[in-house]
């Protein structure tokens, strides 16, 4: 299967503490993509990571791309109540022609107040 | 600004029924167009996608069908609905070109519940 992989399924912790969620592929990728995903809603994008990158930022995020060890790292830190909800990493496979995205199977966190 | 809507939000349909959610993009053209499954706590299953008007590529054999009869117009269609294609279903786009290719871009979702 193509599908990418993500760890841990579930993580919680305090607020203010840092979250880091890891995500695994399988193949060769044109980029990787972070969404965010609140109970019962649709995917909201996050950030996206080419191939040649390494090292992104956004706000309280930071995502890592290493394409040797074919993984992804997602932290948020000072984590905030308001960020419990799934994560999804994603990526796009670099022959694809198509647009189409190979997805993980989440990682579910719970900030606690 | 570009804009994706899907309906209806909520549905509970008996087994045997026919199934109709669409999805209509704004602000943008010539988009990719998809239809994904998300079971309870899973992640996504793409179901299909659409480079243009009336292509349609199929990931999951199943009694599902899609259709593209407008530029920015995806239709997921069932004649007879299961008890397993309960769900929760999600349109998204994406662009074609740019350095953003690939990034989608989520309706609010469609849960469907067969009884």
């Known amino acids: 299967s193509q599908q990418g992989e993500e760890d841990p399924q579930a993580l919680s912790i305090q607020e203010g503490e840092n979250a880091t969620m890891n995500c695994s592929y399988k193949t060769s990728i044109n980029n990787l993509q972070w969404y965010r995903q609140n109970s019962g809603r649709g995917l909201v994008h996050l950030i996206l990571?080419?191939?040649?990158?390494r090292e992104k930022h956004s706000g309280r995020l930071r995502v890592t791309l290493d394409t040797s060890k074919k993984s992804s790292s997602l932290l948020i830190t000072a984590s905030r109540a308001a960020d419990t909800a799934s994560y999804f990493c994603?990526?796009?496979?670099?022959?694809?022609?198509?647009?189409?995205?190979?997805f993980g199977q989440g990682t579910t966190l719970q900030v606690k107040p | 600004s570009q804009t994706i809507h899907q309906w209806p939000a909520t549905l509970v349909q008996p087994v045997g029924s026919p199934l109709s959610l669409e999805c209509t993009v704004e602000g943008t053209s010539n988009p990719n167009l998809y239809w994904y499954r998300q079971a309870a706590g899973r992640g996504l299953q793409l179901l299909f996608y659409s480079v243009g008007i009336g292509q349609i590529s199929s990931e999951v054999p199943q009694n599902l069908s899609a259709s593209r009869p407008q530029d920015r117009q995806f239709i997921l269609s069932s004649k007879k609905l299961l008890l397993s294609d309960s769900g929760f279903y999600l349109c998204a786009w994406s662009r074609v070109n740019g350095q953003r290719r690939g990034e989608l871009f989520f309706g609010e979702g469609s849960r469907l519940t067969v009884l």
């Open positions: 994603a990526y796009l496979g670099r022959s694809s022609n198509t647009g189409k995205l190979i």
């Open positions: 990571i080419r191939s040649n990158e």
